[in-house]
Structures are given as structure tokens and as C-alpha cells.
């Protein structure tokens, strides 16, 4: 089992940044990926950007290249979402998710709001 608990969620005015983070409760280079998703009201879940841990390899959905970027501490078991000039379509529900297991399964937390206004 993993647990995760995301922070760092809130109101931000378009143009400014936020950093939020996902602490697990297992070392992170356990798992083989960790990313974070969005969902937006009436919308389906997206993923944002992701990180292979072996090797660190990113990727990052178009709308927010550029603009976003996730990194990792071992040390503090977390991971990171630094996200910079947002706009008002970034407004959504943030999930921090792991991919653990010999069965490559996903663990998801509870998912902190991030609203772009200004």
C-alpha cells in the first residue's frame, strides 16, 4: 500500500506561480513512475506531467510545457509540481499519483484545488 498527501493548492491570480507536493509514504525511487493529473469540473482527468524514476525522464501534457515542471527529493519522499504563469483554464483538482508494484499498480491522493483567478 502507498499513501500520498498532497499540499500547496489554492487561489492564484493568472500569471503567478504555485509549487505543490505529494508526500508518499514509501521511498519514491520505489516506484516505477510518479506524476501529477488534473481534473477540471466537468471534464476528464488529465495528466499533467510525469517522471520515470529510474532515470528521470519526464514528459508533460502540451497545454503546460514550458510552463510547469515536476522534480522529485528522494530524501523527503515528495514530489513536486512547479507551476508558473498559470492561467485560468490550470483551475482544476490536482492528484499526485505513483505507479508501484510488480503489477504496475496506481495509487492516487485526495487531490488539492488550485483556482486561477484574478
Known amino acids: 500500500q502507498v499513501q500520498l498527501v498532497e499540499s500547496g493548492g489554492g487561489l492564484v491570480q493568472p500569471g503567478g506561480s504555485l509549487r505543490l507536493s505529494c508526500t508518499a509514504s514509501?521511498?519514491?525511487?520505489?516506484?516505477?513512475?510518479v506524476a501529477w493529473y488534473r481534473q477540471a469540473p466537468g471534464k476528464q482527468r488529465e495528466l499533467v506531467a510525469g517522471?520515470?524514476?529510474?532515470?528521470?525522464?519526464?514528459n508533460y501534457a502540451d497545454s503546460v510545457r514550458g510552463r510547469f515542471a515536476i522534480s522529485r527529493d528522494s530524501a523527503k519522499n515528495a514530489v513536486y509540481l512547479q507551476m508558473n504563469s498559470v492561467k485560468p483554464e490550470d483551475t482544476a483538482v490536482y492528484y499526485c499519483?505513483?505507479?508501484?508494484?510488480?503489477?504496475?499498480?496506481?495509487?492516487w491522493g485526495q487531490g488539492t484545488q488550485v483556482t486561477v483567478s484574478s
Open positions: 514509501r521511498n519514491i525511487f520505489n516506484f516505477y513512475r
Open positions: 517522471i520515470i524514476t529510474d532515470g528521470g525522464s519526464t
Open positions: 499519483n505513483v505507479v508501484f508494484g510488480a503489477f504496475r499498480n496506481n495509487y
